[in-house]
């Protein structure tokens, strides 16, 4: 088993910035693909960026040159540094990471951005 544990959400102000941080613990083979989603009320989840082991990333069209993703394989950590943050980017933010072409999600953490 695979547990994800995000942290770094909050509330913040629109043109503000955050950093969330997700960590992976238990049964750790080799984690591939990590990623983050998020969904805000009353819509459906979606990909906000991905990376892989090698450090390869896509971003949603919403945050590209905004949002930057990083991982440490060491430490089995995937990072979301958030910048010029908008009132629509508000949502709970879901850690991803796929272990043995198993999918493991984290509890979520709230982004609130206001205006």
């Known amino acids: 088993q695979v547990q994800l544990v995000e942290s770094g959400g909050g509330l913040v102000q629109a043109g503000g910035s955050l950093r969330l941080s997700c960590a992976a613990s238990?049964?750790?083979?080799?984690?591939?693909?990590m990623g983050w989603y998020r969904q805000a009320p009353g819509k459906q989840r979606e990909l906000v960026a991905g990376?892989?082991?090698?450090?390869?990333?896509n971003y949603a069209d919403s945050v590209k040159g905004r949002f930057t993703i990083s991982r440490d394989n060491a430490k089995n950590m995937v990072v979301l540094q958030m910048n010029s943050l908008k009132p629509e980017d508000t949502a709970v933010y879901y850690c991803?990471?796929?272990?043995?072409?198993?999918?493991?999600w984290g509890q979520g953490t709230q982004v609130t951005v206001s205006n």
């Open positions: 991803n990471a796929m272990v043995l072409s198993r999918t493991y």
């Open positions: 238990g049964t750790i083979v080799n984690i591939g693909l």
């Open positions: 990376i892989t082991r090698s450090g390869s990333t």
